[in-house]
């Protein structure tokens, strides 16, 4: 009996199991082909990824067992490998504000453009006892439409215009017109000659033609407006008009569309002038920023560390609470009460500096002072943390280092910089490159405090003197000039993953020697 109701329960769970496995396949699948369906290639592939994983996880005895660590391997598929493979995959392409669609999107998009091709006539709509009715004058003559359900018109059919001696009905308001104008739109009307014609306007019907016809290769277009043959030129991503012989003349039309460009994006890194001049200052000023951040938050902190870790001092917990705080309060917080202080007209430290000197420094107009600015606020901001650090390693040198200096007639500043300095500066040196690193994408900061400004002048792209690598990447991304350039933008991301990466690659390296030697 005990065996029989054992039996039952595994069976249970069991289809339990397949069933829930079954509904997050099919449900997936589903949301995949709309994905494929709509263009999102990568994201249908990713959805694909994870399905199949999990499938395979919960579904085999093999892998049961990996269950536990699957919701940390998704996370790391889902916000570290995909974003990182498609900004990658970016930067090879043309993808922009302008270039987003595939080719048979932005062909169907201008396959459905239209233009007036023969006169426009007035009309009236006219409520009567069954529906609603069109009336349209053309050389003083009135002819109505069939009556129809204004708000489900039937577009099967063309509704043919018959001549009428006057309208009945009551004559809708304006307002009626604009509410139904997307239903309105959808009618075609047939003249009594033959035309056919739509609403172009809220008083007016006209006979459209489609502005594009599609030949017989299924690429090529013809412009029915002025016979212009249109083709998609792969290189740039756009139609455009070509001459007799298939060669590329004019300018291209809009929308356009994704295409590889190859190394294109990293070449105009390198070659155009516009780009390359800030980005070489920008990298510079990045390493500069980034190596000044440590540099001076470290100073700071093990200064302060050793501080108030000296034992005459009075009243050190206190200390120890007031100089924390930088670190406790939200760092967001903290760079908008600076931004404030820093103000070049109401803020507080330019109405002391006038007081006291009679000058009022333009902290984010001038390109020096600004950077100077940007570096004194991360310093404030960042040796709450150096001092921690310094705080708990100190506690680990033995004392008896420095009772043998205080023999040999060694004094504070000699214990310093001969065993307090060297003994700090191995186990600190792993955090310090990660700060490097940290401080070396520090977007945040510069975003909140001086948005990039001051502004380069004679860039092709927006550049600021104060822009990180990362935030310019970010202006590039969503703020360029020319339209977004989200291709470009993906090849400097993928130069700072490389640096970054880099940076890590030699994190690792020096924590391992670091342990070796230990």
Partial sequence: MNSQQESSKFNFRWWLKWSLLGAIGIVNGYATVLMYAKGETPFALLTVVLTTLCLYIFGSKKTYAHRYIFPGVVGMLVFIIFPLVYTIGLSFTNY??????????????LVQRSFQSGKSYLFDLYKVDAGHQLVIKADNTLFAS???????????????????????????????????????????LIMPNGEHIRMSGLRRFAAETPLFTVEEDGLSLLNNQNQQRYKPNLETGFYQPVDNKGNFVGDPISPGFVVGVGNANFERVITDDGIKEPFIGIFIWTVVFAFLSVALTLALGMILACIVQWEPLKGSGIYRVLLILPYAVPSFISIII????????????????DAMFGIKPSWFSDPTLARFMVVLVNTWLGFPYMMILCMGLLKSIPEDLYEASAIDGAGPIQNFFMITLPLLIKPLTPLLIASFAFNFNN????????????????????????????????????????????????AIA????????GMSLLNLRLSKSTLEQD
């Fill in 494 to 501: 993928t130069l700072i993953f490389l640096m970054v990466g």
């Fill in 443 to 490: 977007f945040v900061m510069i975003q909140l405090l001086t948005a990039g400004g001051p502004n380069m002048v004679g860039t092709s792209e927006p550049a600021g003197y104060t822009d990180l690598l990362v935030s310019y990447t970010y202006r590039i991304a969503f703020e360029g000039g020319g339209g977004q350039d989200f291709g470009l933008a993906g």
């Fill in 146 to 188: 069939e009556v129809f359900d204004i708000s489900n018109p039937s577009v099967a059919d063309f509704m043919e215009l018959q001549p009428i001696d006057a309208a009945t009905g009551e004559k809708e308001i304006i307002r009626t017109i604009v509410q139904n104008r997307s239903n309105l739109n959808k009618i075609e």
């Fill in 96 to 109: 922009s504000a302008s270039n987003q669609l595939t080719l048979e999107r932005a062909q169907a998009i």
């Fill in 338 to 353: 600076f931004k404030g202080l820093f103000n070049q007209s109401f803020g507080e430290i330019n109405m002391m500096l």
